[in-house]
């Protein structure tokens, strides 16, 4: 069945590294997105990729890098000039058309020490 | 950028109890979508809607997309301990757009 998967499910990194969320999609979709969500909160866009080897800034950008060097593969990483990394993270993909939605992945939670 | 008004931002319910939740913007929307997110996992889509004034039904859920494109609601009657979790609306403004998110609402069900 096709899906889309994000490992490790938990993630410890100590202060000041970076460190790099994986997600792999098997859907065939063009678009694929990283977001961040903190506890009690909503989704809020870090990045966003409609198509290999190029992304777009979502609207908390500043920390964070992508690649999208495949279509399957939309790589997040937090680097040590993200404030406050630990949070939730979730990766999305979907078709060229977003009327049928997003499908997510089961997220990763990242914890600084 | 748009923004959905999701309404309530928690509600705690006995089971069995019926639910309402809803979502507004003041922008027209061309797609409605319910999500459910369970605890420590990634939301999963529950309803799609695309016509104004359709009436959506999934097991216990409804959801229905308002008549003016600025609103959708979703509903769940009787509701059980595994409807625990955060739902979340979504939005299109165009069919190639990318998915405006309400801020979700947390339901807490009471055995």
């Known amino acids: 069945d096709g899906g889309i998967t994000q490992s490790p499910k938990y993630l410890f990194r100590k202060e000041g590294q970076n460190v790099t969320l994986s997600c792999e999609q098997n859907?065939?979709?063009?678009?694929m997105y990283w977001y961040r969500q903190d506890p009690g909160q909503g989704l809020r866009l870090i990045y966003y990729s409609q198509i290999v080897n190029d992304f777009q800034k979502g609207d908390i950008a500043e920390g964070y890098s992508v690649s999208r060097e495949k279509k399957e593969s939309f790589p997040l990483t937090v680097t040590s000039a993200q404030k406050n990394p630990t949070a939730f993270y979730l990766c999305?993909?979907?078709?060229?058309?977003?009327?049928?939605?997003?499908?997510f992945g089961s997220g990763t939670r990242l914890t600084v020490v | 950028g748009q923004q959905l008004n999701q309404s309530p931002q928690s509600m705690f319910i006995q089971e069995g109890e019926d639910v309402s939740m809803n979502c507004t913007s003041s922008s027209i929307f061309n797609t409605w979508l319910w999500y459910k997110q369970d605890p420590g996992e990634g939301p999963v889509l529950l309803i799609a809607?695309?016509?104004?004034?359709e009436l959506t039904s999934n097991g216990r859920l409804t959801a229905q997309f308002g008549i003016t494109r600025k609103d959708s609601f979703l509903n769940i009657s009787a509701s059980i301990p595994s409807d625990v979790g955060i739902y979340f609306c979504a939005g299109t403004l165009t069919s190639g757009s990318r998915l405006t998110f309400g801020e979700g609402t947390q339901l807490t069900v009471n055995p």
């Open positions: 859907l065939n979709h063009d678009a």
């Open positions: 999305a993909s979907s078709r060229e058309t977003t009327n049928y939605g997003y499908t």
């Open positions: 809607l695309y016509k104004a004034g």
